[in-house]
Every structure is written in C-alpha cells, then in structure tokens.
C-alpha cells in the first residue's frame, strides 16, 4: 500500500503564499554601472595620419571596429601560425580557462539554493532485549524516509549569494580575455623583436665587411708607404668594436627565441624555427579608433573590475539580509516496520513537517561590522574600477602618442642614414684620393654605422607600438569565441557524480583545453 499523500496544512498555505509575494525583491543595493566616461577622452589635440619616409603611412579611423584577430594585419601567415599554437598550447591560457570553468561551476552550484534539498536514508536493525532473560527477545527494525529541507529566500539573500557568484564568473571570464590579450600581443612583440635583432645582426655584419675590407686597403697602403701603423691599429680596433657588439645581438635573439617557444607552451629545445624580418612584416595602415564610451566595454581589465564592484555590491546584499530573520521548512515522510517486506504497507507511514525562523538578537555587532565591512569593500572596488578606467585611456593616449612619435623618429633616423650613407661614400673618395685624414673616415663609419642601428629600432618600435594600440583598444575578443565550451560548466539536474569522476585518472595525460 502507497503511504498517504502527504498535505500541508492549510495554516502553511499564507506562509508560502507571503513568502512569495517577499521574495520579489532582494534587499541590498541593485548594481549599476558608474558613468565615468562622460567628457572622457585621448588628447587635447586631434590626431593626424603618421606618415615616415622609409615607411607606410598610418591612418586612424574613428569608431572603426577592432578585429577580433588584429594581429593577421602583419600579414605573416608564420606569425598567424605561432599565435594560433600560442592560444591553444600557453599554460597560461589554459589555466585560465579552467578558473573560468571552477567559477561557472560554482555559480551552478549556488543556484541549488533556490531549491529543496531531498536526501534519502534507510536502516535495517536486528536487536535483542532481555539479554539475561530467558527466552531473549529478538527482533528486527526497518525504516526507510526521505527528508526534504528548504529555505525560503525571503529577503534575497540567497540572490545577492548567486548575483556574486555570476559576478566572479564575469571576473574569470574577462581574466582569461586579458590572458589572451596579454598572450597574442606578447607573441607579436617577440616576433617583431626577433625581426628587430635580425636586422640589427645583418647590418652590424654588413658593416663589419665593409671594415675588413677597409682594413684590408689601409694595410696595403701601408705597405706602399701611403699610411702609417696607428691608421691600420686605429682601424682594427674599430673593427674589433664592431665584432665585439656582435655576440650581445646573438645572445638577444636565442634569449628572445626562448621566450617565444615559452608563450607557444615549448621548451627552449623545441623553439620554433622562425625566420622573421622586418621586411617580412606588414604595417598595419590603418588603425581602428574606438570612440572614448567603447573602451569600459572593451578593455578586459576594466570589465573584470566591473566584475568585482558588481560582486562586491552583492555582497552588502548578502550582509543585510544575514542581519535579519532566516526561515527554514523541513519536512519527512517514510515507514517503519518489523521487516523490509512490511515497510510502506498499511500503518506504517510516518511523516512530520516543521517550520522554523531564527533571528541573531546579540552577537556584539558582528553582523553590523561585516555589513559596514562589505560596503567598505564597494568603496574600494568603485575607487579602483575608476582607476582602472582612467589606466585604460592613459594606455590609449600612449599609444596613439607612440606611434605619432615614431613616424617622426623613423622619418628622421632614415633621413640621417641616407645622410650617413651619402657622407660616408663621400669621405672613402676622399680618403683615397689623399684628401682627407684618416680619422675623418673613421668618424664617417662610426656615424653610419650608428644611422642603421638607430634606424632598426625606429622601424621595429612602429610595429610594436601598433600592436600595443591594438592592446590598449582591448584586442578584438568580442569578435571571437576562443573560450572553450567545457569552461562554461555542466549544470546537472540531480547532482549524481558522474562514473568518470569515480574513476582515478593521471592529470598528466589529460590535454589542456582548446
């Protein structure tokens, strides 16, 4: 026989029903977004296209959008590779997305405080009275129930718990999104810089054969009486300077390699070979400009500080409703008998249901100094929100400012090499006719020498400072879907642990998330 419907008493049927009609609203304050962006801006000055002799010009577009995959406008199918194996092999990444993955799990795992909790218990006892009597008296208890507790979330403070734990959510999820900036933008500035070096080790050993080969016609004059021993000794020590500023530019670039094989998720034996030059990379000719109001939406940084003043205005949710009185229902229904054949047969059934309320009277303020406590803590989420906002558009500022500094420095380093270059093949003339003393030639090598160099760097701080722009704008990620769908979390409807979670495995075998 099934054991009688279990009813509740129509004294209950006002309770729920106002305990309905409460939990409507949720005390605490309802979050909002501070505007902070209102007469916010990049410069005082407007900005103009960046033209540099030797090299593109660069047009900034007001309002124009940022690709989610900025970096393919360098134009380096080997660059697009390594930052595709960077995103799915960097420890970092991965990391990230399985924070990402623990927080979506907890905000599941909040949310089951919206609904009953039922466990289910049975015992089968044999028990003997009597023990020094006779005959004993020996029988058997058998009982079986299932409970069921609930609590009603009659103030919201179980929202404002679950409003928090969404917010952390929101918290990884940008977090992974600055990883992936950080990652991609770090993974371009080595490959410029690999490419910088490059080209510095090309022309230091271009100059170091135009220096032997002085060397060369200085000790044949010698030898015809033309020049004396300090011209040769002062020319072999010019080019001994120069061999000698040769092995600090191949120490950068293994070190440099290194630390590309690090971001692609490689050790130092397994770097990639990569043959990257600046001729071999494309400057991006026209840069998106996001207007002032986008950049709290699409910087990473400032969406995850948001996050957090959002989750620690919950908080003061969560701390007010503490302070006032916590509801609870608990109910059972089960059966008890003499043997597991006779359970939940006729007079068996048993049930009870139970309703409490508690209410903290004296704690010594306890409760008030943690509420006091998390508004304070809104206080400093809010203050550092703003900083962050203002950090954001200072990256901007900088930037733009960069980039406009650096045509100019390019277009003035390539205007001195060309005058170098020019003063130099002027004074070998010179110098072979007689005209000119060697120390003239001298001065005319060391000040060409330096021209490249200077240009180099000049050429490699426009593609990296375009990347940074690009960083700055917040990269894009709004144009892509590079989370891993395992990071979002498994909701389960009844909360039985999977089989594969009872089985050990070796975390070593796992492979990270793509």
């Known amino acids: 026989m099934t054991p009688p419907a279990l009813r509740l008493p129509r004294v209950w049927l006002p309770g729920v ?48 959008d940022v690709p989610g995959q900025w970096w393919q406008l360098y134009h380096s199918p080997e660059l697009n590779a390594l930052v595709d194996e960077a995103l799915k092999a960097n420890p970092s990444a991965a990391a990230a997305q399985a924070s990402l993955r623990q927080a979506n799990e907890l905000v599941y795992a909040s949310q089951a405080s919206f609904l009953p909790t039922v466990s289910g218990s049975g015992s089968y006892t044999r028990e003997r009275q009597g023990f020094f009597t006779f005959p004993p008296q020996v029988f058997n208890v058998a009982s079986a129930s299932l409970s069921v507790s609930y609590a009603p979330d009659i103030f919201g403070g179980t929202r404002r718990q679950v409003e928090s734990a969404k917010a952390q959510a929101q918290y990884q999820r940008f977090q992974l999104e600055a990883t992936y900036l950080t990652l991609t933008t770090n993974v371009v500035n ?39 021993s300090a011209d040769v000794l002062a020319q072999q020590a010019t080019l001994a300077q120069t061999r000698a500023s040769l092995p600090p530019l191949q120490k950068q670039l293994a070190q440099t390699r290194n630390q590309l094989a690090a971001y692609m998720g490689r050790f130092p034996n397994q770097a990639p070979i990569e043959n990257f030059t600046l001729a071999s990379l494309h400057l991006p000719e026209t840069l998106p400009l996001s207007l002032p109001s ?151 090598q060391q000040t060409y020498q330096n021209a490249v160099l200077a240009r180099v760097k000049a050429q490699a701080a426009r593609y990296s400072d375009t ?35 009872l089985i050990p495995s070796d975390r070593t075998e796992q492979q990270p998330n793509q």
């Open 17 to 64: 029903l106002c305990a309905t009609l409460l939990s409507a609203c949720a005390v605490g304050p309802d979050y909002t977004r501070p505007d902070l962006t209102k007469d916010a801006g990049y410069s005082r000055q407007p900005l103009a296209a960046t033209a540099a002799a030797g090299g593109v010009a660069q047009q900034f577009v007001s309002g124009q």
């Open 190 to 228: 080595t490959a410029v810089t690999l490419a910088s070096v490059r080209d510095q080790i090309a022309a230091t050993e271009s100059l170091i054969q135009l220096q032997a080969k002085e060397l060369d016609i200085l000790q044949e004059r010698q030898r015809l009486g033309a020049v004396s």
């Open 294 to 444: 986008a950049i709290v939406e699409q910087r990473p940084d400032v969406r995850a500080a948001e996050a957090q003043l959002h989750e620690a205005s919950a908080q003061i949710g969560v701390a007010i409703a503490n302070q006032l009185p916590q509801f609870s229902i608990t109910g059972s229904l089960g059966s008890g008998a003499s043997s597991l054949g006779k359970l939940f047969s006729a007079g068996t059934g048993v049930w009870s249901i139970a309703g409490s309320v508690a209410q903290t009277i004296f704690d010594a303020g306890a409760l008030e100094h943690k509420k006091r406590a998390a508004v304070a803590a809104f206080d400093a989420s809010a203050d550092l929100y703003r900083g962050t906002v203002i950090g954001a558009f200072q990256d901007v500022s900088n930037s733009l400012r960069a980039l406009e500094s650096d045509a100019d420095a390019l277009e003035q380093q390539s205007d001195a090499e060309r005058a170098a270059q020019d003063s130099l093949n002027l004074t070998q003339g010179q110098y072979k006719l007689g005209a000119l003393s060697y120390p003239s030639l001298l001065a005319a």
């Open 467 to 501: 990347a940074a722009l690009f960083q700055a704008l917040g990269g894009g990620w709004w144009n892509r879907s590079d989370v891993a769908p395992a990071s979002r979390g498994q909701p389960l409807s009844l909360g039985i642990p999977l089989v594969s979670s």
